[in-house]
């Protein structure tokens, strides 16, 4: 199941005693569904817990005589489509009437007489959630969408998501195949939005989740760095043994100087170790700096060694 169909069923799991809080969510559910008029109310949805959850709602609050459809051209019962339908007209002119709509309105526009509160407001994202939300795998991104059938409408939920007091939402829109979408980047603000309709565990996994990919991040970059820096010794001592390999057959390593000597036989012997600690094993220890310094030297008696026998 989708990281989506979890919300969902997680929204869908609590019913409160709250009649105005059932009318919101359900105002939500129907108001961004494809068909809501005062002739034809039909909800379509792939998701089964929204559509359990709005033939739930519409028995307690109106008890109207429902048609269920369910398409069946998928095998799998996640995809499948399925339609509930307000079959009597008079029954749907009255459903959307008690929502303050009438036949005579040129378009759709969100009625705020229905979420005069923060509370009911949180109960109508819920509902719009329901029927045209969804949520990306926090696994592979952060991203969260509304999907809405009519352009005034999108501009209507756009405007109620920033007025939320609690939250700072900055919802962006861009058109889809006929569509309008509003749509959230990055896992505060879906944390935010999620917390607000009630989907708390939800959330949680969200942050969960980047938590567990923070970490893995770190990681990796200690592991990267760590490699990185083994490769940048190895290739730096392999240059180094050379040079030494080549003084031991031209001039010999115990015609060096001693402090040079010193530090050619203890690479030799230490191919792996950085310069901080071959510094660290002189005796007396000396920096890393000056590690360096006698490496120089070493690579420059090489260098001139090479000149002299051509």
Same mark, same amino acid.
């Given at each position: 199941?989708?990281?989506?169909?979890?919300i969902k069923?997680e929204?869908?799991?609590?019913?409160?005693?709250?009649r105005d809080?059932?009318?919101?969510?359900?105002y939500?559910i129907l108001?961004?569904?494809?068909?809501?008029?005062?002739?034809?109310?039909i909800?379509t949805?792939?998701?089964?817990?929204?559509?359990?959850?709005?033939?739930e709602?519409?028995q307690?609050l109106?008890t109207?005589?429902?048609?269920?459809q369910?398409d069946?051209?998928?095998r799998?019962?996640?995809?499948q489509?399925?339609?509930?339908?307000i079959?009597?007209?008079d029954?749907?002119?009255?459903i959307?009437g008690?929502?303050?709509?009438?036949?005579?309105?040129?378009?759709?526009?969100?009625n705020?007489a229905?979420?005069?509160?923060?509370?009911?407001?949180s109960?109508?994202?819920r509902?719009?959630?329901?029927?045209?939300?969804?949520?990306s795998?926090?696994?592979?991104?952060?991203?969260?969408?509304?999907c /809405?059938?009519?352009k005034n409408? =999108?501009?209507?939920? @756009?405007?109620? #998501? %920033?007025e939320?007091?609690?939250?700072?939402? $900055?919802?962006?829109?861009?058109?889809?195949?006929?569509?309008? /979408?509003?749509?959230?980047?990055? =896992?505060?603000?879906? @944390?935010?939005m #999620? %917390?607000f309709?009630?989907?708390?565990?939800? $959330?949680?996994?969200i942050?969960?989740?980047?938590?567990?990919?923070?970490v893995r991040?770190?990681?990796n970059?200690?592991?990267?760095s760590e490699?990185?820096n083994?490769?940048?010794?190895?290739s730096a001592s392999?240059?180094?043994?050379k040079a030494?390999?080549?003084?031991?057959?031209?001039m010999?390593?115990?015609?060096?100087?001693d402090?040079?000597?010193?530090?050619a036989?203890?690479?030799?012997?230490?191919?792996?170790?950085?310069?901080?600690?071959?510094?660290n094993?002189?005796i007396?220890p000396?920096s890393?700096?000056?590690a360096n310094h006698r490496?120089?030297?070493?690579m420059?008696?090489?260098q001139?060694?090479?000149?002299?026998?051509?």
């Open positions: 199941m989708s990281f989506s169909a979890n069923q929204l869908c799991k609590s019913l409160s005693d709250d809080l059932l009318k919101a969510e359900l939500g108001l961004f569904g494809k068909t809501f008029s005062a002739s034809k109310i909800f949805t792939e998701n089964i817990y929204a559509c359990k959850r709005v033939t709602l519409l307690l109106y109207p005589i429902i048609e269920k369910t069946l051209r998928t799998s019962t996640e995809k489509l399925h339609k509930i339908i079959i009597d007209s029954e749907c002119k009255k959307f008690d929502f303050g709509h009438s036949d005579k309105q040129v378009t759709l526009r969100v705020r229905n979420i005069f509160t923060e509370s009911l407001l109960a109508f994202i509902g719009v959630f329901l029927s045209c939300g969804s949520v795998d926090p696994n592979k991104g952060y991203h969260a969408e509304f /809405v059938p009519h409408l =999108s501009m209507d939920l @756009c405007r109620l #998501l %920033t939320i007091d609690e939250c700072s939402f $900055a919802p962006k829109t861009i058109t889809r195949n006929g569509s309008y /979408v509003i749509y959230f980047k990055g =896992s505060e603000q879906i @944390c935010d #999620l %917390t309709m009630g989907a708390t565990n939800s $959330a949680m996994e942050m969960g989740t980047k938590a567990v990919k923070q991040n770190n990681i970059r200690r592991i990267n490699v990185a083994i490769t940048k010794i190895a392999a240059k180094q043994l030494i390999d080549y003084i031991e057959k031209t010999g390593i115990d015609s060096l100087p402090d040079l000597r010193e530090i036989h203890l690479r030799l012997e230490n191919p792996e170790m950085s310069l901080r600690d071959l510094g094993s002189l007396p000396i890393r700096s000056g490496m120089q030297r070493l420059e008696y090489a001139i060694e090479e000149i002299k026998n051509g």
